[in-house]
T-cell receptor, first 113, second 113 residues
Framework: EADIYQTPRYLVIGTGKKITLECSQT?????MYWYQQDPGMELHLIHY???????EKGDLSSESTVSRIRTEHFPLTLESARPSHTSQYLC????????????FGPGTRLTVL | GQQVMQIPQYQHVQEGEDFTTYCNSS?????IQWYKQRPGGHPVFLIQ?????EVKKQKRLTFQFGEAKKNSSLHITATQTTDVGTYFC?????????????FGQGTILTVHP
């Protein structure tokens, strides 16, 4: 099993709250990713990072922001949560080299009331 | 942009029946990966195919990469209830990918005992 962690696993909050979803990996991977996934649906890339202090927006527009101050840590923040943000958020990481395998964390299930 | 299409979206089988999911890319892929996501879980890497026409087996699972490297399939022989989940194919995203993947929509497999 890969060493990538996400907290909290479940979060129910009210509209307008600021939240931060945590993601950490202990594998020293340079590349990290955030995906949004609705139940039974495909994964949509919302942010990625290829190293410290480098972040890019993904294919799906998102109101969230990310930071990468340390290699192992890639938190995602929503300044003002809305019901439309209700979803599962999956963090993943990948090592350097030819192997493109991504290791996924357990996910955070977010519900905004 | 690059599109990865997967069919069928759903597949219901009786335990012991075979199952196949198909993946088609709009562009030639350098490699293709397959992931499995159990209900309520996160995607877990199964395999990567790199060579044109490549076939790989993992016990009852057979993975194939097309000659043109634009399509792939996953075949499960004699399904078991432990095979339940969503199977995703994924190809490297085009351009400067930073290890990004484009995921198919997934095939949700249910197995009736």
């Amino acid at each position: 099993e890969a060493d990538i962690y996400q907290t909290p696993r479940y979060l129910v909050i009210g509209t307008g709250k600021k939240i931060t979803l945590e993601c950490s990996q202990t594998m020293g991977h340079d590349k990290m990713y955030w995906y949004q996934q609705d139940p039974g649906m495909e994964l949509h890339l919302i942010h990625y990072s290829y190293g410290v202090n480098s972040t890019e927006k993904g294919d799906l527009s998102s109101e969230s922001t990310v930071s990468r101050i340390r290699t192992e840590h890639f938190p995602l923040t929503l300044e003002s949560a809305r019901p439309s943000h209700t979803s599962q958020y999956l963090c993943a990481s990948k090592s350097q080299g030819l192997h493109n395998e991504q290791f996924f964390g357990p996910g955070t299930r977010l519900t905004v009331l | 942009g690059q599109q990865v299409m997967q069919i069928p979206q759903y597949q219901h089988v009786q335990e012991g029946e075979d199952f196949t999911t198909y993946c088609n890319s709009s562009t030639t892929l350098s490699n293709i990966q397959w992931y499995k996501q159990r209900p309520g879980g996160h995607p877990v890497f199964l395999i990567q195919l790199v060579k044109s026409g490549e076939v790989k087996k993992q016990k009852r699972l057979t993975f194939q990469f097309g000659e043109a490297k634009k399509n792939s399939s996953l075949h499960i022989t004699a399904t078991q209830t432990t095979d339940v989940g969503t199977y995703f194919c994924a190809g490297p995203a085009g351009g400067t990918s930073y290890g990004k993947l484009t995921f198919g929509q997934g095939t949700i497999l249910t197995v009736h005992p």
